[in-house]
């Protein structure tokens, strides 16, 4: 008899064991693969521009928030961010969320790429995202545990594009980049190729600062486009675009009449209220972060994939504050937008691409 009882509580040690063993396995994922929200946490690492750059970073968290929001996430917490002052913090706050096991840990803009790849290669368990970059293995193969989110910014800088080009003066606007990039690129671009669809004559300069974090320097820029006769600035910079807005409101001031058009997000209130704010080309990060976390917390995180953002996808576009846009250019944008989406334009990403385009305006 006290053998058969012994025998019981040994099999009753080794099922309760197992099931606990089970219970360890993938912290926050059921067996079925979707995720307990009771242990599921997102944290995202942003670049020097800071959380608060009223742009890119900015975006991205006010995605994270309200995805935890949605999922009764609490922030601080199971959402939270860590902020990078310098390029060489990006790997430490990287490696320490990752350390702390959050389910997702997001590397905010393509100077991370770099940071990402080895981390991801160092802790193949962990599910990374990278925004404006395709992380690749030594084979140059997608990571498999790396959510590469992309978008298509030079086709919502057309539609800006098309704005400035029916709203300018002058006959001058302006484009000021943050660091000089493939990404940035992409935006100057399809800006570029907007502004002479619609206005052949209109001459466009364009200028990087270098920095992402660096109003100072955008707005000596600023003021030197202006004074050259731009009265039209698309600012793609982060924090570096905020001096642009300064420089624009306070011309403004001066019975000056310049516009800024702004990016990432809905930039109408970063004008007032001097009102400087022409339109915005939003680029909907914001969405990306909450998609793929929500596909993470349901236990289908699309590691290995590269996701693209376009007009199309709702991703990139025009600001829906548009009070200072004119009827005529409302009504461009709309009409060029389908043509973009149907695929009758291919908006230009390269200055390569960008030639080509402008020889088959003439």
Sequence with gaps: MLKQRMAIVIACIVVLATVLAGCGNNAGTSSSGSSDKANFKVGMVTDTGGVDDKSFNQTSWEGLQRFGKDNDLKVGT????????QPSDYSPNLNQMVHQNFNVVYG????????IQKIAAQNPKAQLGL???????????????????????????????????????TNKVGFIGGINSELIKKFENGFKA?????????????????????????????QTLYTKGADIIYASA??????????????????????VIGVDKDQHDQGMPENVTL????????????????????????????????????GVGIAPTTDNVSEKALNAVKDYKKKIINGDIKVPAT???????ESGLK
């Design 108 to 115: 905010i803009g393509f100077l991370m790429q770099n940071d």
């Design 238 to 259: 982060g924090d570096t675009g905020n001096g642009v807005f300064t420089e624009a409101k306070n011309l403004k001031k001066e019975g000056k009449k310049v516009w």
């Design 78 to 85: 199971d959402i939270k961010y860590l902020q990078s002052s």
């Design 194 to 222: 907007g502004v002479k669809s619609v206005n052949p004559e209109a001459e466009v300069y364009a200028q990087y600062a270098g920095a992402f974090n660096a109003p100072d320097k955008g707005r000596a820029i600023a």
């Design 351 to 357: 200055d390569a691409e960008y030639k080509t385009f």
């Design 279 to 314: 339109t915005s080309m939003v680029k909907r990060v914001d969405k990306a972060i909450y998609d793929v976390s929500a596909k993470a917390l349901k236990g289908n995180f699309p590691g290995g994939e590269v996701l693209a953002y376009g007009l199309k996808e709702d």
């Design 131 to 169: 925004i404006d970059a395709v992380a690749v293995d030594k084979n140059n193969k997608p990571l498999k545990n790396v959510a590469s989110i992309t978008f298509q910014e030079q086709q919502g800088s057309f539609l800006v594009g098309v704005v400035a080009g029916l709203t300018t003066k």
